[in-house]
């Protein structure tokens, strides 16, 4: 038996499906009752009053799963009556309170189903009667389908291995190409009988893109497109997906997928990133679980990115979406701590004129306009003498300036976030940069540094052009070389018509 780890679902995704009917009143189901579920599951050999767990998929697989009914066992059978105008159906399972006996089954609003479970045959030995029996025992057969397919793709990797010539490695290749195909068939077909059932929308959902065989010609119909296979997939990617379905919320599909797009098939430039974003948010808009996922995956993506720029996303969003009432399953408070992160963020967006700086020099003691200093670029440098990180890269960001950066019309302006008139000092002339660099610090806390530039952690690099607009942020002595080359690069294209 498989082992199944239950988690805790965070407060920000708990959420029940609700209808997309538009009515005030509740939608009635069969036999004028509410919509909802019965299941009747019959498990020869269980010990009277055992719990069984009626548990589903929200997004995600890989062992995530989340309770959402529970009921005892009295003469080896467990009923479950749930009435619940707002439920949707999904990729659900009955686990046993060991913890470790369980199948999956697809439940749909209404369904008035008959399980009975034979625990030796698992998750084969199952009965189906009554409302949604049909379809599960095609989901059955499908799952047994799928078996076999693995179990004959894993005897071909053993031919595979024993394969003595070409011959013989072209001879299992094209046995693999085969079953393939056939499983696919297998698949369509199931699709094609089933329209408009769950089962045909997870099975769509898992359909991928199948690339055109052949040469593929540029607009010019001469030069061959080498991009063509990665540009009809990435076109292509979703088409199987219905995001006006919120039961494929409940599947473990829709996590994997958000995460192979958006990782494997968009570039990651802050334009190219807001706009599928803002793509998938229109696909599922006038849902309830699918946009509340989407919102809440796109959000924390965007927010936790390392590319330099994408966090700008953030802002986009909590403007967009937060900020026009759309988190409906945020309380208030909740609320405006997206609000108050956006705010912080959004003086120091890539493209806006960075906020001033106007500090004393912890060296002369004179005070510092950063708005003033004169340079073709400017690094802002906000770092701490008691961050380790900050005592690696500071004299690595010095290398970097005197073999490279000097030479570009760069000049750097830090600020101390921590230390004292003494500390501080004393770090500087260790490394040398006392008098290279303008080095200032907020004693008195008056500039609202961290506000404007989302300082939370050190270091944190800004490069500037010669009119202080943010051209890259979060930066490091390994690539602020790099961003220079590429504005120039492109402004010099855009000089030439080029962009």
């Not at 767990?53 to 059978?77: Q, R």
């Not at 970097?400 to 501080?424: M, W």
């Not at 530039?453 to 270091?459: A, E, H, I, L, Q």
Request: glycine share 6%.
């Amino acid at each position: 038996m498989k082992k199944i780890i239950t988690t805790v679902l965070s407060f920000l995704l708990i959420s029940t499906c609700f209808a997309q009917s538009k009515s005030k009143d509740a939608p009635i189901g069969v036999n004028g009752n509410m919509p909802g579920y019965q299941i009747s599951l019959k498990m020869p050999g269980v010990h009277d009053d055992s719990m069984v767990y009626l548990v589903h998929y929200y997004g995600k697989g890989g062992g995530t799963i989340y309770k959402s009914d529970s009921a005892k066992f009295k003469k080896g059978i467990a009923k479950f009556n749930h009435h619940d105008s707002f439920f949707c159906g999904g990729s659900y399972m009955l686990l046993l309170s060991d913890g470790k006996t369980f199948f999956e089954f697809l439940l749909d609003r209404n369904d008035n189903i008959e399980i009975e479970a034979n625990m030796n045959e698992l998750p084969f030995g199952l009965k189906f009667k009554g409302t949604g029996a049909d379809e599960n025992i095609k989901f059955l057969d499908y799952q047994r389908y799928a078996k076999e397919y693995g179990e004959k793709q894993q005897g071909l990797l053993k031919e595979l291995k024993e394969a003595k010539s070409k011959a013989d490695t072209n001879e299992v290749r094209k046995k693999g190409d085969k079953i393939a195909k056939e499983f696919a068939d297998y698949r369509k077909n199931m699709i094609k009988d089933n329209k408009g059932t769950l089962l045909s929308a997870i099975l769509s959902a898992l359909e991928k893109p199948e690339v055109p065989e052949g040469d593929h010609f540029l607009a010019d119909g001469k030069t061959k497109d080498s991009t063509f296979g990665y540009k009809y997939y990435k076109a292509h990617f979703w088409d199987g997906f219905n995001f006006q379905d919120d039961r494929l919320i409940y599947t473990p599909l829709y996590d994997g997928m958000l995460d192979e797009y958006m990782n494997k098939m968009v570039v990651p430039w802050t334009d190219s990133v807001q706009h599928e974003c803002d793509m998938l948010l229109k696909k599922v808009k006038g849902t309830r679980d699918l946009f509340h996922y989407t919102l809440w995956w796109t959000t924390r993506f965007v927010e936790n990115s390392k590319v330099m720029g994408i966090s700008d996303v953030f802002v986009h969003l909590v403007e967009q979406y937060y900020m026009k009432g759309d988190a409906f399953w945020l309380t208030p408070d909740e609320l405006q701590k997206y609000y108050d992160r956006a705010r912080k963020m959004a003086p120091n967006v890539i493209g806006n004129i960075a906020p001033e700086l106007k500090l004393p020099n912890v060296i002369t003691k004179k005070e510092e306009s950063m708005m003033n200093t004169k340079a073709k670029y400017t690094l802002v440098v906000f770092y701490s003498p008691n961050c380790g990180h900050c005592q690696h890269e500071l004299p690595a960001l010095d290398s970097a300036y005197e073999q490279v950066l000097k030479d570009k019309g760069v000049k750097v302006f830090t600020v101390s976030t921590e230390g004292d008139d003494k500390t501080i000092p004393e770090f500087l002339v260790k490394n040398k940069l006392d008098k290279k660099w303008i080095n200032t610090w907020d004693p008195e806390h008056t500039s609202n540094y961290h506000n404007n530039y989302d300082v939370y952690s050190t270091p944190t690099i800004y490069l500037l052009d010669d009119r202080k607009v943010i051209l890259g942020k979060r930066l490091d002595h390994t690539n602020v070389g790099s961003l220079i080359d590429a504005t120039e690069r492109k402004a010099r294209d855009k000089a030439a018509g080029k962009l």
